[in-house]
């Protein structure tokens, strides 16, 4: 049966600058919720000095949890090939970093959709860095798991794999034990696309999940389209809500991961509009991995 982790979305910003939220804060926090694990994020200020590390994974453990999949950001599509290395650096640092907060997967991307780079360029990149990292994660007992992501909180531009083609092409080039999807279905709505085409076309893939349920607040995808990219972050109508409650159809995803045999880790990714929202969605998950699983 899938075990139940969270990812702190609502509270990202404050995690990532110095000296306003603490990660054992969030530890603390997350207790209300009575889950299995918690997501982290790479770029949280308390994990920059890794002598954090071995305290912070006792705290998440002390609590009834585990730290099961790190959130990391890289970006390979940067044209210069230094600058590009510089991110596998990171990425191979991020492995590391999992490995010492007990992970077992850390999250790789593509990275930003940039207008001066084709797409067989951009894939190229993408496929050269992912596999400069696999041999790490291989020693380290880590999957590197990547995700239909839609646009880091910090970046400019969107995910340059954000397309169902892009990305199926770009999960079929690698193959690798130690490579799977964590699939997003509110990414794909992001996209424009139907979040259950493309987990049928990866659904043998996906060893995690993030758990979420988009709306749009107003306007439209056109919309989204036309306003994503250029500035940081996620377009401000383009809404998080509570799991269940938005666009995705929980019990058709859940159908089809279980006649697959998925049995990973599902990540709630939730909580912008406060703690209320994310203990519902937690709620709503267990109760329908429940339905599903047995």
């Known amino acids: 049966m899938p075990q139940l982790a969270a990812f702190p979305k609502g509270f990202i910003r404050e995690l990532v600058a110095p000296n306003q939220m603490s990660i054992y804060e969030w530890i603390e926090i997350s207790k209300v919720l009575e889950l299995?694990?918690?997501?982290?994020?790479?770029?949280?200020?308390?994990?920059?000095?890794?002598?954090?590390?071995?305290?912070?994974?006792?705290?998440?453990?002390?609590?009834?949890?585990?730290?099961?999949?790190?959130?990391?950001?890289?970006d390979f599509t940067i044209p210069e090939k230094e600058l590009r290395q510089a991110e596998v650096d990171k990425e191979i640092g991020w492995i590391e970093m999992s490995a010492e907060l007990g992970a077992k997967y850390c999250r790789v991307l593509s990275g930003q959709r940039r207008k001066n780079i084709?797409?067989?360029?951009?894939?190229?990149?993408?496929?050269?860095?992912?596999?400069?990292?696999?041999?790490?994660?291989?020693?380290?007992g880590i999957t590197l798991i990547i995700e239909n992501h839609y646009k880091d909180d910090f970046w400019t531009e969107p995910e340059f794999a954000q397309m169902q083609d892009v990305f199926v092409e770009l999960v079929n080039r690698i193959d690798?034990?130690?490579?799977?999807?964590?699939?997003?279905?509110?990414?794909?709505?992001?996209?424009?696309?139907?979040?259950?085409?493309?987990?049928?076309?990866?659904?043998?893939?996906?060893?995690?999940?993030?758990?979420?349920?988009?709306?749009?607040?107003?306007g439209t995808i056109e919309d989204l389209r036309k306003?994503?990219?250029?500035?940081?972050?996620?377009?401000?109508?383009?809404?998080?809500?509570?799991?269940?409650?938005?666009?995705?159809?929980?019990?058709?995803?859940?159908?089809?991961?279980?006649?697959?045999?998925?049995?990973?880790?599902?990540?709630?990714?939730?909580?912008?509009?406060?703690?209320?929202?994310?203990?519902?969605?937690?709620?709503?998950?267990?109760?329908k991995i429940k339905a599903h699983w047995g």
């Open 36 to 74: 299995d694990g918690l997501e982290f994020y790479s770029n949280f200020a308390d994990l920059k000095d890794r002598k954090n590390w071995t305290a912070i994974r006792k705290a998440v453990e002390d609590a009834g949890m585990v730290i099961p999949m790190m959130c990391c950001s890289p």
């Open 118 to 140: 084709t797409r067989a360029q951009g894939m190229d990149y993408v496929v050269d860095s992912i596999e400069q990292c696999l041999p790490v994660a291989e020693s380290f």
């Open 176 to 218: 690798s034990p130690w490579f799977g999807v964590n699939y997003d279905p509110s990414n794909a709505i992001a996209a424009g696309e139907e979040p259950l085409d493309l987990l049928e076309a990866v659904k043998h893939r996906v060893v995690t999940m993030h758990a979420s349920d988009r709306y749009l607040a107003n």
């Open 227 to 287: 306003a994503e990219g250029g500035s940081a972050g996620y377009v401000s109508f383009f809404k998080h809500g509570v799991i269940g409650k938005g666009l995705n159809d929980y019990d058709a995803i859940f159908s089809t991961l279980k006649a697959v045999g998925f049995d990973g880790w599902i990540s709630i990714e939730d909580g912008v509009d406060g703690m209320d929202q994310m203990v519902e969605s937690a709620k709503f998950l267990k109760e």
